[in-house]
C-alpha cells in the first residue's frame, strides 16, 4: 500500500499508531492556526490555556499528565518521560507526547512542509518496497532515483518485508531526531542494476491534492493529506473540470489533516448542509459546508484501509447524502478527538476527549466506513470509471 505518511507523521507515536493528523489533534491544531471556527470557544481554551480543575474523565486523565511532568521537573528528572508514563497507564490508545520540536514538525507537517528526501514508497504483494512516487527538484529527484526503483535497505537495514510506516521512518531519521542536513544512504535496484545513492535530507514541501485526466472526460483528484490549502485546490479542479465529465475522489491512504480543509472540499461537492457532528468532553458540536458546490456532477470517492480520520469523516458525510458512491475498502476507523496540553517543559501531551459521527449518526470509530461497492486496489479505479459511465448516461 502507498506511504502514506511519508510528510505527515509525527516522530512519537505510541503502540505503533498511524498518524495522529487525524480528526481531533487536527480540531485543535485548527484553532490554534487560525483555521477552524472561531465560535468553538471549547477547543480554543484547550489550546491556549488547558483548564487545570478536573470535572470530566478525560480532563483528570490531562490533570494527571500535568501533575506527573510538573513533579519530575520539580524533582530534576524529565517531564517528557514522565508524561509518556502517565499517557501510557490512561489506556488511551491515541494519547501521544511530543517534544516541543516534535509538535513543530506536526504543525509544520499541517502546512505541507516537512524535512525527508522526497520520494514515496510502497510494499508490494511479495514485501518488497518500491518508489511509488518521487518529487520533483527533491534530493531524491536530483540524485536520478526514479518511479519504479527498488528500495533495499536504509542506512544498512534491509527494508523487505516491513512496514511502509517503519520505511518511512527509517528515511526521515526519526530515532535520531534527524534534521535537515543529514544524510541518509539508500540501497537501490533497478532491473539488474543494484547501486547506493547516499542523500542529503531537506526541507521540502509538497503539494497534497494532484489532479489528472483520465479517459472519457473523467477528473481524477488525488488527496494525500488535508494539508493548508488543500479545500481552495479540490475547489479549482473541480470548477476546471470537463464540462458533463466525472469526477473521481481518490481518498485512498489519506490519514487525515486539517478538518477544515476536509470541510471545505466537502463544500466543493455539496450545497451547505451538514458534514459531521462531534463532541468534546461531552459538548456537542456541528460542521457544515458551505452552499454552492457543484451537486450535479457524478462524483465516485475512493478509499481503503487506509483512509483515516477526516477522510473518513468527508467519505462519511458524501456517502449518507447521497453525493458520492464509494468504492474500495473499509476505511481505517479513526474517529476519536484529541487535545493537546502544554506541559511544563514545552512538550505537548494529547489526549482523547470525545468522537465524531456521519451525518445519519454512524459512529467511526473502530468500525470505519463501508464502501458502497468492494474493490481491491487493482479493481477500484477501473470500477469507479465504470460506474461513471453509468452515472452520466442520461437514459
Known amino acids: 500500500m502507498p506511504g502514506r505518511d511519508l510528510f505527515c507523521q509525527p516522530r512519537r507515536i505510541r503502540r505503533g499508531a498511524a498518524l495522529t493528523l487525524v480528526f481531533a489533534g487536527v480540531l485543535v491544531t485548527g484553532a490554534a492556526t487560525g483555521s477552524f471556527p472561531e465560535t468553538d470557544a471549547t477547543v480554543r481554551k484547550a489550546v491556549a490555556s488547558p483548564p487545570r480543575t478536573a470535572t470530566r474523565h478525560e480532563d483528570v486523565r490531562h490533570e494527571d499528565v500535568r501533575k506527573a511532568a510538573a513533579e519530575a521537573m520539580a524533582d530534576g528528572t524529565s517531564p517528557m518521560e514522565a508524561a509518556e508514563r502517565a499517557v501510557s497507564r490512561s489506556g488511551d490508545r491515541w494519547g501521544a507526547v511530543y517534544s516541543e520540536g516534535e509538535y513543530q514538525e506536526f504543525l509544520e507537517a499541517l502546512d505541507g512542509r516537512y524535512t525527508g528526501v522526497g520520494l514515496w514508497a510502497r510494499r508490494e504483494r511479495d514485501g518488497r518496497i518500491e518508489v511509488n512516487k518521487v518529487q520533483p527538484g527533491s534530493p531524491a529527484a536530483e540524485a536520478g532515483i526514479r518511479t519504479g526503483d527498488r528500495l533495499r535497505s536504509v542506512d544498512g537495514s534491509k527494508v523487505d518485508g516491513r512496514p511502509v510506516t517503519d520505511v518511512v521512518s527509517l528515511l526521515r531519521g526519526d530515532a535520531d531526531d534527524a534534521a535537515a542536513g543529514t544524510t541518509v544512504t539508500l540501497g537501490l535496484q533497478r532491473g539488474t542494476r543494484a547501486w547506493t545513492e547516499t542523500l542529503r535530507r531537506a526541507r521540502l514541501s509538497t503539494d497534497s491534492v494532484t489532479v489528472r485526466r483520465l479517459p472519457g472526460g473523467v477528473t481524477l483528484i488525488k488527496i494525500a493529506a488535508f494539508t493548508k490549502g488543500s479545500g481552495d485546490a ?23 489533516g486539517l478538518v477544515t480543509e476536509a470541510v471545505e472540499t466537502s463544500s466543493a461537492f455539496l450545497d451547505g448542509g451538514l458534514v459531521a457532528t462531534y463532541d468534546v468532553d461531552g459538548a456537542q458540536r456541528s460542521l457544515h459546508a458551505d452552499p454552492g458546490g457543484d451537486t450535479a456532477r457524478p462524483l465516485v470517492t475512493l478509499v481503503d484501509g487506509g483512509t483515516m480520520s477526516a477522510a473518513e469523516m468527508l467519505t462519511g458525510a458524501l456517502q449518507d447524502r447521497g ?70 448516461d442520461p437514459s
Open 234 to 256: 479540490v475547489r479549482a479542479a473541480v470548477r476546471q473540470a470537463p464540462a458533463g465529465g466525472g469526477i473521481v475522489l481518490d481518498l485512498r491512504g489519506n490519514s487525515g
Open 323 to 392: 453525493r458520492a458512491v464509494v468504492i474500495g475498502e473499509r476505511t481505517f476507523g479513526k474517529g476519536s478527538i484529541q487535545m493537546p496540553t502544554e506541559l511544563p517543559d514545552g512538550s505537548v501531551a494529547e489526549l482523547t476527549v470525545g468522537h465524531y459521527r456521519t451525518p445519519s449518526g454512524h459512529a467511526v470509530d473502530g468500525r470505519g466506513i463501508t464502501p458502497d461497492l468492494e474493490a481491491g486496489p487493482d479493481q477500484a479505479l477501473r470500477r469507479a470509471e465504470t460506474v461513471l459511465t453509468g452515472l452520466g
